[in-house]
């Protein structure tokens, strides 16, 4: 009987049986073969942190309201699922058996969708012949990667900053190259994590542990600052040396999953004074893009496949654990209690 990885409770995870219904007319069924945790949303679910937790998201709205009587647990977790195709219902033309599909469900061995299903990251479909199911598991961070790039609007010859430099933030880094950034400087106090940002372009790494990184950046050239920096650790204290290290009115992108009170935010100092744009990314929840319609989640998901199938995006060195489905909340606690041994763990099924 195949497995679900459910959390029932703040960092308490089990595998749950389940059994899987007969096909339906314009159903699929795909067999899993990894599937990629993520360090950010994950790990706020897993630890009850997210405002989830005790809150619910209306999309009319588009509000946070309070949701008490809403029980947060059991549920899944997980949005970058890599499986193959084995079964097709009738009419279900848009796949075929061996098809490999990348789904933005939750951990578990086998997934069944309606062959037509719109999910908040746009329609499913194949990925193309031949794409490795290792490089899958990071199309969706590499969505995200992609949608913050495009909302800092880096010109050719740009100085920019990148704070956090997990999976999603060593994208960036590449993607930053890509769009003709003449400068990059990446920053995380992890020093494998500052090696890898090197590998893959960055020209000067910073640990905020060490240095003033507002200091750093302005002082690093007569603009005094960059002019874009891209905030993808989720920590407010990141953010404020985002704030510290950008020009006169040069522009944030804030692409982190926040938690709590951000008592590290001095919005009287830099952010006040040099009059700095900040600018939230996010490219799901429904969210248009800010060049809408000439681009769209589709869009950008289709190009994030393109980058990835091509090599143009590196996810060679991306990959620091692979963990057996079984052990999936082992995996879970290495991220939460030794994050410096991680860049992206996988499940592998």
Same mark, same amino acid.
């Given at each position: 009987m195949p497995k679900a990885l459910i959390l029932i409770g703040p960092r308490n995870l089990i595998l749950e049986p389940y059994e899987d219904a007969p096909l339906k007319a314009g159903e699929v069924r !795909?067999?899993?073969?990894?599937? @990629?945790?993520?360090h950010g949303t994950e790990l706020n679910l897993y630890r009850g942190s997210a405002p989830f937790h005790s809150k619910r998201f209306d999309p009319d709205l588009?509000?946070?309201v309070d949701a008490q009587e809403q029980a947060p647990y059991p549920s899944g977790l997980g949005y970058e699922w890599v499986g193959c195709i084995t079964e097709v219902g009738e009419g279900a033309i848009q796949f075929k058996v061996g098809d490999l599909v990348h789904l933005p469900f939750s951990h578990r061995q086998t997934h069944t969708f309606a062959a037509d299903v719109k999910t908040m990251f746009g329609p499913m479909r194949p990925l193309p012949a031949g794409f490795d199911p290792e490089r899958a598991i990071v199309l969706s961070l590499a969505a995200v990667a992609l949608q913050a790039v495009h909302d800092a609007h880096i010109k050719v010859g740009d100085r920019v900053a990148i704070f956090g430099l997990g999976a999603i933030g060593l994208?960036?880094?590449?993607? !930053?190259?890509?769009?003709?950034? @003449?400068?990059?400087?990446?920053?995380?106090?992890?020093?494998?994590?500052?090696t890898l940002a090197e590998e893959f372009g960055a020209d000067r790494v910073l640990d905020p542990t060490g240095c003033d990184v507002g200091w750093e950046i302005k002082t690093a050239s007569v603009q005094h600052g960059v002019d874009v920096a891209i905030d993808v650790s989720g920590q407010y204290a990141a953010l404020q040396d985002a704030i510290r290290s950008v020009r006169v009115g040069g522009t944030i992108v804030a692409a982190?999953?926040?938690?709590?009170?951000?008592?590290?935010?001095?919005?009287?100092e830099e952010w006040h004074h040099n009059r700095v744009t900040m600018v939230s990314s996010m490219g799901v929840w429904w969210c248009p893009h800010r060049d809408h319609p000439m681009w769209d989640i589709a869009r950008v998901r289709d190009t994030a496949i393109d980058l990835l199938?091509?090599?143009r995006l590196r996810t060679d060195r991306?990959?620091?654990?692979?963990?057996?489905f079984e052990h999936a909340a082992e995996a879970y606690k290495l991220i939460d209690h030794r994050p410096e041994e991680t860049v992206k763990v996988a499940l592998i099924y």
């Open positions: !795909a067999q899993a073969i990894a599937s @990629g945790i993520s588009r509000l946070f994208l960036v880094v590449q993607l !930053a190259r890509l769009e003709g950034a @003449g400068w990059v400087a990446a920053v995380d106090p992890m020093a494998g994590r500052q982190g999953y926040y938690q709590g009170g951000g008592t590290a935010l001095r919005l009287g199938a091509g090599g991306l990959i620091s654990q692979r963990i057996p």
